[in-house]
């Protein structure tokens, strides 16, 4: 008699938790050559975000956080033109032709791209989305070694080759016992999620073939017929992407990114990473070489997937609906890669009791640290993470987060709100949703609700300087308008900006937005105050948040300004690194290890 299966959710979690487990074995020692990635390599948009990126590295190696005997590499985008992650794809593999020759066609590597400046997520734009702290492990983890815990059984059964994937994103799956994905097929192999119609519209969907097996199982290898890249509805009917439930039954379908997956609901397999072998990859670095010089933006999986599969059609290239900014030269470059992958196999690893998370905007992030009870219970994640703490209250199933912090027991933190790597004191009260990032509050401080205040360090003319940016959680950072005249279209923690600047006495002038003169939004404007301490920081951007709030004039005149580009210009990693150290050694020290 067969034995009875684990429910979906149990089985997911073992299966996560046992990776966890392996990794943490792993962490500080000298790994053996086919045990863990020969390579992993971590993309960055400019110098001033690869030297961030190698220092933190550094740090962790130093501090045995990350498995030994690897090679570890940030890559840098060419300066110039923004290439996506597609081009930072070709950009990464004319690297390790630089650095290894033909040494790299035997290894296994993981490239992970990270070279976004995080402005839905602001409070991982100094340090990189990669970089973001979890309250998981101890030490903390970041999303790096999460990764690298999720993936630990592939490069045991992949041939060489490269795995993508993006920083901001936690792939969860369970499989049977004695069961290994394998990434050894030629041409391209990408794991598929079972996802609703909904969700497919924002990812990437497989049109897989007919499959013949009545039962579907947690681990199924199938071929893709075509890839569609962020379809209507519509077009997943039209060709053929939607499954529908049919004989999938409760113990067999665990559901993916989704919390509106109906058991009874059509369906459809959604993307997350991707492997190609070492001949694709070097047929697209020969492809990189001959162009010389990238000028528009490729995506890696809109411009290399779709072109993958016997069903693929040259339509989609002249299809730009999705994409954020349209170059002249989009469509031809988009054309060319086609024609050069045109005829290679995209083969799926369909993972039906799987979950696709993505953490890259302030909503996810205090959702899924805070209010979400699956992904707690999967990853072993925890309200307080290597933080001395007061009592954290409940309140409707959420809790607050505190990741590396020190906060006084008089202080209070409401449900929902996240702290990480900083300091606050006994006259401190956080408001409901709110994000606080690497600042110091010593003084009497209310931080309304849905606020986020993120502090960085700064290098000013050789002199060490702070700023903290601080506004609502929920406002659009990457909203622009072109004109002046237009400002009145940007918010302000729900406030008409024009209405903030009069709160603020400053006044609408080109110099009141740094970059582009074209492109006007809450990034590009100059009004965070530049200050001597870190705690003087924040009081000062609490007080302009406060005002806003309270409809009560606070005067930034006499101040010097910057915008959150500026911030990320002058960002001293060194010091900001520093700061997190010292919490780390004071809470170490204190023996308060959560």
């Excluded at 993120?454 to 506004?471: D, P």
Aim: proline share 4%.
């Amino acid at each position: 008699m067969a034995a009875a299966r684990d429910p979906p959710e149990v089985s997911l979690r073992e299966a996560t938790q046992r990776k966890l487990r392996r990794f943490s074995e792993l962490r500080g020692k000298l790994v053996a050559r086919g045990e863990f990635w020969d390579i992993v390599a971590i993309t960055a948009a400019d110098e001033k975000q690869e030297l961030a990126y190698n220092q933190q590295l550094s740090e962790k190696l130093k501090r045995k956080e990350l498995p030994l005997g690897v090679q570890y590499h940030v890559f840098v985008d060419p300066a110039g033109a923004k290439i996506g992650n597609g081009g930072s794809t070709l950009c990464a593999l004319q690297c390790l032709e630089k650095l290894y020759g033909d040494k790299w066609n035997s290894f296994t590597i993981l490239l992970i791209h990270s070279g976004g400046y995080s402005q839905r997520l602001p409070n991982a734009s100094a340090l990189g989305k990669i970089f973001t702290a979890l309250p998981l492990g101890n030490p903390i983890y970041q999303m790096l070694e999460l990764k690298l815990a999720m993936y630990i059984d592939f490069p045991l059964n992949m041939n060489p080759g490269i795995l993508v994937t993006c920083a901001d994103d936690i792939e969860l799956y369970s499989i049977g016992e004695f069961e290994f994905i394998r990434f050894d097929k030629p041409g391209f192999t990408a794991l598929a999620h079972p996802s609703s119609l909904t969700i497919g519209t924002t990812h990437g969907v497989f049109v897989l073939d007919p499959f013949d097996d009545l039962k579907h199982r947690d681990l199924e290898y199938r071929s893709c017929h075509r890839f569609l890249h962020k379809p209507s509805i519509e077009k997943m009917y039209q060709f053929n992407a939607v499954c529908r439930p049919g004989n999938f039954c409760q113990q067999d379908f665990a559901g993916g990114d989704i919390a509106d997956l109906k058991l009874d609901s059509d369906y459809v397999y959604t993307d997350s990473l991707f492997y190609m072998d070492h001949k694709s990859a070097k047929m697209l670095l020969a492809f990189y070489e001959k162009i010389g010089t990238l000028s528009c933006e490729i995506d890696a999986y809109g411009d290399f997937l779709q072109a993958l599969g016997p069903g693929a059609t040259v339509e989609y290239t002249r299809n730009t609906s999705n994409v954020i900014k349209e170059e002249s030269e989009l469509v031809e470059m988009r054309q060319r890669i086609f024609h050069l992958l045109k005829g290679t196999s995209l083969n799926v690893v369909v993972l039906n009791n799987s979950k696709f998370y993505h953490i890259g905007t302030t909503e996810e992030y205090l959702f899924y640290f805070t209010s979400d009870n699956s992904l707690k219970s999967e990853l072993g994640l925890q309200s307080i993470t290597f933080s001395i703490f007061p009592d954290i209250p409940e309140c409707s199933g959420k809790t607050s987060c505190i990741i590396q912090s020190i906060l006084d027991s008089r202080c209070s933190v409401a449900p929902g709100s996240v702290v990480e790597y900083s300091r606050l004191g006994p006259d401190v009260s956080v408001g409901e949703n709110c994000i606080i990032s690497g600042s110091y509050i010593l003084t009497k401080a209310a931080l309304p609700a849905h606020s986020f205040v993120c502090s960085l360090s700064l290098k000013m003319n050789r002199c060490l300087k702070y700023a903290t940016m601080a506004f609502g959680v929920q406002d659009n950072l990457k909203k622009s308008v072109k004109t002046l005249s237009d400002i009145k279209l940007l918010q302000f923690f729900g406030v008409c900006f024009l209405s903030c600047l009069d709160v603020w006495n400053l006044k609408v002038t080109e110099e009141l937005f740094s970059g582009n003169k074209t492109c006007l939004s809450l990034w590009t404007a100059r009004i965070f105050p530049v200050c001597s301490s870190l705690s003087d920081s924040v009081t000062t951007s609490l007080k302009m948040l406060n005002a806003v709030k309270n409809k009560s004039a606070f005067s930034l005149n006499s101040y010097k300004l910057l915008s959150i580009e500026e911030m990320l210009i002058y960002k001293d990693v060194e010091d900001m690194i520093t700061y997190r150290e010292q919490i780390f050694l004071e809470i170490s020290l204190k023996g308060s290890l959560m």
